[in-house]
């Protein structure tokens, strides 16, 4: 199979306008199947924004996106749902698919909240919601996930849970996964791509390459770069003990 | 078994209550009330060109309300004032232009009163046509792009993302809003519609728990709503189009007190 047959979204020097200013330009990233690609930066930096072009919600005022997929899953970062609509879990998994009970409960069993099952959505906890937003994307076994900081409100234990999700749809369901997260600890040890975005691309290409660049550096400040230089230490040696290859 | 007023007014009030359940549940998740009152408001207009040019007022109404529909779509994108000065702008101004209209027809004579808050008792066998025939088109056309309408209604960008295209679903939803509002002008009036849309849908919420529950017992609380009311309004002479809505309103206080039964019981 040809590396083209694996590509599922290029773009192109790409940009939103939003008078008066650009909220993002000069994006070229593509995203291919079975691959983790994150989106790091400040707020305010055009994460989201690059995000919603990759997913049509918004189309480029400069530069070309192409799309190779149309199965694609969303998890956004912020959602309200008023409290006049009453919506349960189980209608919310059906939104934008067609699922039997068993299909709807096994979803949310892979993301620990199958007792939420018949719950109202109002009455859950940020965490919760997150989890119900993911089994929601999980369940359309999509080839292109969109997460936008897809662990925020998730305590702790959680958090490390929800990852290990994610690295394992993109390995089950042999995706491709952009992802913006504020976790670097994360996007270090288990993305294959990183790009920095700053209203443009500051730097971007493997974790390895990413943290050792000057304009990450600068953008995240010498302390942060430098534990999380130490975090991909210690990920290159669980790796190791993980593989084949003994030291 | 038409030819009696009283069964006519019947079989067309409930062919709008069955019609403005799902629209009106539609209608307070989007947060459109104002939206579907400018509608209403506009429908005056309509009715005068229809006069002024011998149209088929449902036609002509359903026309008005479209294009209003398009100008908010264009004022939106031209100006930054709010939604609800938008809507405040075209209802009046509409009202006002019809208004003025009207004076110019002088050879007419118009049942203002009639207008305003309709007349279910002088409907006429064509009239229960157009509502049940219109009625099954809008229903139908409801049906069919329910799943889109629906997830753009809990949120436009998952909806996008996912491929459901909200935008043109959103525009459909608002022609047959007008729709709704073109069919029901003259049996329950333009300052009454809104209250047909929206209370009974209010009421469904606060005992439903999830979507299509809502829907279903919105039509049931309107169907109940127009029954007694036209029932009520025949015991006692009183208008019939405000009638209906008072036994609404009386419904949707009656549901109201289960929740504090709840509430005291949980304390």
Avoid at chain 1, 20 to 27: Q, Y
Avoid at chain 2, 11 to 17: E, F, L, M, R, W
Avoid at chain 2, 67 to 96: E, F, M, P, W, Y
Avoid at chain 2, 244 to 253: N, S
């Amino acid at each position: 199979m040809s590396s083209k047959n694996n590509l599922l979204v290029n773009l192109e020097n790409a940009g939103v306008y939003k008078s008066p200013k650009w909220l993002i330009k000069g994006v070229s990233l593509e995203v291919r199947r079975g691959q983790i690609v994150t989106l790091i930066g400040p707020n305010g930096s055009g994460k989201t924004t690059t995000a919603k072009m990759v997913l049509s919600i918004l189309e480029p005022d400069e530069g070309s996106i192409k799309r190779y997929t149309d199965k694609i899953a969303y998890v956004p970062q912020k959602i309200n749902i008023d409290w006049t609509m009453p919506l349960r879990v189980v209608d919310f998994m059906r939104l934008t698919n067609n699922l039997n009970d068993n299909e709807v409960s096994e979803s949310l069993n892979q993301t620990g909240v199958e007792k939420l099952f018949k719950e109202q959505i109002h009455g859950l906890s940020g965490g919760e919601f997150q989890r119900v937003l993911l089994a929601r994307a999980i369940a359309k076994k999509p080839e292109l996930l969109v997460l936008d900081e897809p662990v925020q409100g998730v305590d702790f234990n959680g958090e490390i849970d929800l990852y290990n999700i994610i690295k394992n749809i993109s390995a089950n369901l042999n995706c491709g996964i952009l992802l913006v997260s504020h976790d670097l600890h994360f996007v270090m040890s288990a993305t294959d791509h990183v790009v920095c975005l700053n209203g443009h691309i500051c730097c971007s290409g493997k974790p390895s390459t990413v943290i050792k660049d000057k304009a990450y550096i600068e953008l995240f400040g010498e302390h942060r770069s430098k534990t999380l230089t130490y975090y991909q230490h210690d990920h290159d040696h669980t790796h190791n003990s993980d593989g084949s290859v003994s030291s | 078994m038409f030819d009696d007023f009283f069964t006519r007014a019947l079989v067309t009030g409930i062919g709008i209550a069955i019609i403005t359940g799902p629209l009106g549940c539609l209608v307070i998740w989007r947060r459109l009330s104002y939206f579907g009152d400018t509608l209403a408001h506009s429908a005056l207009l309509g009715v005068t060109l229809a006069y002024a040019f011998s149209l088929n007022i449902a036609f002509s109404v359903f026309i008005i309300s479209a294009v209003i529909a398009l100008l908010l779509l264009n004022l939106q994108k031209r100006t930054r004032l709010a939604g609800d000065s938008l809507l405040g702008l075209l209802a009046h101004s509409t009202l006002a232009i019809g208004l003025v209209l009207m004076g110019f027809l002088s050879s007419i004579r118009f049942d203002i009163m009639g207008l305003l808050f309709g007349d279910i008792l002088s409907v006429t066998v064509e009239d229960i046509a157009l509502v049940w025939i219109g009625g099954s088109v809008i229903l139908g056309i409801l049906y069919f792009i329910w799943k889109s309408l629906f997830s753009a209604t809990v949120n436009f960008d998952l909806a996008s993302a996912e491929g459901m295209q909200p935008n043109i679903y959103n525009m459909i939803f608002t022609l047959l809003l007008a729709g709704v509002i073109a069919l029901s002008i003259k049996m329950i009036g333009t300052l009454l519609i809104t209250g047909l849309l929206i209370i009974p849908a209010a009421t469904s919420r606060n005992i439903t728990n999830n979507p299509k529950q809502m829907v279903f017992v919105a039509i049931l609380i309107g169907i109940l709503s127009v029954t007694i009311g036209l029932f009520t309004s025949l015991e006692f002479n009183t208008s019939s189009g405000p009638s209906i809505i008072v036994i609404a309103i009386i419904l949707f206080i009656i549901s109201l007190i289960p929740l504090e039964l709840r509430g005291k019981l949980q304390k």
